[in-house]
């Protein structure tokens, strides 16, 4: 049977349009005396304007939702960097704690806190996560991802928002231990087998396309989606961006896992889902020419695919401030000149540093050198 995967047409972050989609999305679950985490992409912390982050309308009205119906609600992320007081500034600039305030709810920041230890059946890439215990306080889940590419693992949607549960240094454990695109996949499908949301809904109003996460440019693609199936979600929301989900790694993978389908049946119930938007996908996504090669091919030789995308440095738009080399699992950032130079040799093209990078200086760019 295929999973219902509902779309809503929704062009601007309107309140009132916002707590109608969500009363619907959320009719028949019983959230009444239940502790609720609302998980959304904080990562380190934008102006809402930028497209890196959900945005605050969608998480507010979701909250509500929650409050309405009887739930104890609270807002929860780590960004990428470490410390409390660097998520402090990154929920405070994504309007998130605003929220918290306005509603008196609590952020969870899941930092500093005792961690506990979870195995992972039949782990690829890990045979257990330390995830903060607060995390298994809550009765549900509630993810919030941003419709966004990523130059590593070409979309950033809901399997992987569920990142965000690891806090501080663990997450640069992925990058280290998975280092290409398709083990990268497999951690995160890892991490997803046990920390796995209720329901998600994915803020389509305005997304991101080309070198995401951070660094990408802005696309209004004007919907809602919700789904009890957050790699279903997943499949719908990167084939209405043009792109085939059985080529983006993680989406293929949790689906061969049995942690989600890839079938879904798109359920429109307010609007018309588009076709044919234009969406501008990053140097990661394979063409249907470059998905005939076999892999064995590709990779054994360390050709093109490893090598085609590699991490740019803007050096008009960087300040200088050091931020990437604070995150970099590889040790590749030097400073020449009061700006960051990458050493694509150690480089082993995570992305860290864009998601780091305050400016939005890092992008990507195609070469042929290693
Ligand atoms: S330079 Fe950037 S992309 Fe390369 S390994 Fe470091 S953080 Fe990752
Ligand atoms: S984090 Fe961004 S602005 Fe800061 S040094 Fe690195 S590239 Fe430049």
Avoid at 305 to 325: F, L
Wanted: net charge positive; proline share 7%; charged share 25%.
């Amino acid at each position: 049977m295929r999973t219902p995967v509902y779309y809503f047409s929704c062009r601007e972050y309107d309140k009132e349009k916002l707590k109608d989609i969500v009363n619907i999305l959320f009719k028949n679950m019983n959230f009444k005396g239940k502790k609720v985490l609302l998980k959304p992409n904080m990562l380190q912390g934008h102006d809402p304007g930028q497209n890196v982050t959900t945005h605050p309308a969608v998480v507010e009205a979701c909250a509500e939702c929650v409050l309405e119906k009887g739930g104890e609600c609270f807002i929860g992320d780590s960004p990428s960097g470490r410390g409390k007081e660097n998520a402090r500034r990154a929920a405070s600039k994504t309007g998130f704690l605003e929220i918290c305030e306005k509603l008196g709810i609590e952020f969870d920041f899941f930092d500093g806190q005792e961690l506990v230890e979870k195995p992972v059946e039949n782990g690829l890439v890990f045979d257990s996560f330390f995830i903060p215990e607060s995390f298994f306080s809550y009765d549900m889940i509630i993810n919030l991802p941003k419709l966004k590419t990523h130059s590593l693992t070409v979309f950033t949607l809901g399997v992987k928002n569920m990142m965000g549960v690891i806090a501080g240094k663990g997450k640069t454990d992925f990058h280290t231990r998975a280092l290409h695109p398709e083990s990268f996949a497999d951690a995160i499908c890892d991490l997803y087998s046990v920390a796995r949301p209720d329901f998600t809904v994915l803020d389509g109003i305005r997304g991101m396309q080309g070198p995401g996460p951070v660094s990408g440019i802005e696309v209004r693609a004007g919907f809602i989606l919700g789904s009890e199936d957050a790699n279903a979600l997943d499949a719908a929301a990167e084939t209405l961006c043009g792109a085939d989900p059985r080529r983006v790694p993680i989406t293929r993978k949790a689906a061969e896992r049995g942690l989600g389908s890839l079938e879904y049946m798109l359920d429109p119930v307010l609007g018309s889902p588009p076709c044919g938007l234009k969406f501008k996908k990053p140097l990661t996504y394979r063409s249907a020419a470059s998905a005939m090669v076999p892999r064995w091919l590709l990779y054994p030789l360390g050709l093109i695919y490893g090598y085609m995308r590699i991490p740019s440095v803007d050096r008009e738009v960087c300040t200088g401030c050091a931020k990437c080399i604070q995150v970099c699992p590889a040790d590749a950032i030097q400073f020449k000149k009061g700006r960051p130079r990458i050493i694509m040799k150690k480089c082993v093209k995570c992305y860290c540093c864009a998601e780091r990078c305050p400016e939005r200086a890092i992008g990507e760019r195609f070469s042929r050198l290693p």
